[in-house]
């Protein structure tokens, strides 16, 4: 159990629900996991999480960083290439991608061959 | 940063995105901090969970309880009347509930007069 449980006035007023108006998203939460893995570039992310859009990842990347949990720079002018990093806000949000895989590692046991991990 | 940086196979090889699958939605996420705050009937959930349908919450509390993180109980046969409680697997997400709400409280303040909150 939560460890204060609250009645708020508003779900803006819950800091779980706050959260989740900026990542309560799967890809989102995603993308911050393969940010904290040290993936920087574009190209890196969209092979990495498989099944995303280039519009997807770019909206994604977009909001993280206006939302101030991921930083861009560029690494070449000509032409133009950015690369991405977590904030310090970014990275304050490790500790939920470690709970979830932490949660997934007990309780969502990988099915079939698939399982297996690339070091 | 994540302890241990993993290149898997696939999404479902990595246990944040199978536990996304799963929970990756924001109104399944509160669905489950409500629980764990003792909410136990549907129409005290719908009363807390502001804005959600009852179509959408039955929809949820369903998909939760297929996958085993809810139970449902009758404590009224005539009319029928189900109360909801978090299983086992419901009680070991709530480490992500309370990180979720670490974060929140540290880098996304409540805005303005609604962030008092009731006890």
Request: hydrophobic fraction near 40%.
């Amino acid at each position: 159990m939560l460890p204060e449980p609250r009645t708020y006035q508003s779900q803006s007023a819950c800091p779980v629900a706050r959260t989740l108006d900026v990542v309560g998203d799967r890809w989102t939460i995603l993308v911050l996991r393969d940010l904290s893995w040290g993936r920087r570039r574009f190209s890196a992310l969209l092979e990495s999480l498989e099944g995303i859009s280039t519009n997807l990842l770019s909206d994604r990347l977009k909001r993280l960083e206006e939302h101030g949990m991921v930083e861009r720079t560029f690494y070449s002018d000509h032409p133009p290439r950015a690369e991405y990093k977590l904030s310090a806000k970014g990275k304050a949000f490790v500790p939920v991608l470690v709970a979830l895989r932490e949660y997934g590692d007990a309780w969502e046991p990988a099915k079939g061959a698939l399982s297996g991990q690339v070091d």
